[in-house]
Nanobody, 125 residues
Framework: QVQLVESGGGLVQAGGSLRLSCAAS????????MGWFRQVPGKERELVAA???????????AYADSVKGRFTISRDNAKNTVYLQMNSLKPEDTAVYYC???????????????WGQGTQVTVSS
């Protein structure tokens, strides 16, 4: 059974940092595009960051404009884990963050094969 399990969420003051982890099991995700999405009540789930396999040991990362320069996505294939380092957090970053995986080169809410259960991030002002 394939599972994605997020951890690392919590409450932090504005300007602080958190690191989210997504531990995958049930298959190897080294060639998958992995993404972090977030969602607040009443709004659509949005893509925050993604890491795409480009062949060999090369991976590309992409970020939403709202988090560029503050968030960093990374992956440790030996641990089958993806991370999201979040710095300089703002109250508007408050959301439930979801890990996701697709075998396709681009990831959207419509083509995700696997979702995690989500982890709450709350940033206080």
């Amino acid at each position: 059974q394939v599972q994605l399990v997020e951890s690392g969420g919590g409450l932090v003051q504005a300007g602080g940092s958190l690191r989210l982890s997504c531990a995958a099991s049930g298959r190897t995700f080294s060639t998958y595009t992995m993404g972090w999405f977030r969602q607040v009540p009443g709004k659509e789930r949005e893509l925050v960051a993604a890491t795409r396999w480009s062949g060999g040991t090369t991976y590309y990362a992409a970020y939403a404009d709202s988090v560029k320069g503050r968030f960093t996505i990374s992956r440790d294939n030996a641990k089958n884990t993806v991370y999201l380092q979040m710095n300089s957090l703002k109250p508007e970053d408050t959301a439930v963050y979801y890990c996701a995986a697709t075998p396709r080169s681009a990831i959207t809410t419509g083509n995700v094969d696997y979702w995690g259960q989500g982890t709450q991030v709350t940033v206080s002002s």
